[in-house]
């Protein structure tokens, strides 16, 4: 597996890309922190480029929603993969997060 990598794309887009496993999860969280430290009100997280992601790709999706929540921003998900979709609905945590209706 690919090490997992947090992108600042563009202006208010990250992008994951590689695998997030339980090793990497906690320096991700910390690498969405830099992002919430600048003035925006909406921040979008594309995840197209995830090749693998478990239970912990969860836990660390739940923790930046609620993060940028706190902020006052708004997070949006992009390209959620299958089994991300899935965790998420069997959890109902899909509503909590707005994960777009063509993920689940």
């Known amino acids: 597996m690919s090490k997992a990598q947090l992108i600042s794309s563009t202006e208010g887009k990250l992008s994951l890309f590689g695998a997030i496993d339980y ?47 706190k902020k006052g921003i708004t997070l949006q998900f992009g390209s959620v993969p299958p089994q991300l979709a899935r965790i ?6 899909d509503k909590i997060l707005n994960l777009p209706e063509e993920s689940i």
Do not use: W
């Not at 003035?39 to 930046?64: F, P, Q, V, W, Y």
């Not at 998420?88 to 945590?93: D, K, Q």
């Open 23 to 69: 090793d990497n999860a906690p320096s991700l969280a910390l690498q969405f922190d830099t992002y919430l430290t600048t003035k925006r009100t909406e921040l979008s997280l594309d995840m197209s480029g995830l090749t693998h992601s478990n239970s912990a790709g969860m836990a660390l999706l739940i923790d930046c929603f609620k993060k940028a929540q």
């Open 88 to 93: 998420a609905a069997l959890t109902r945590v």
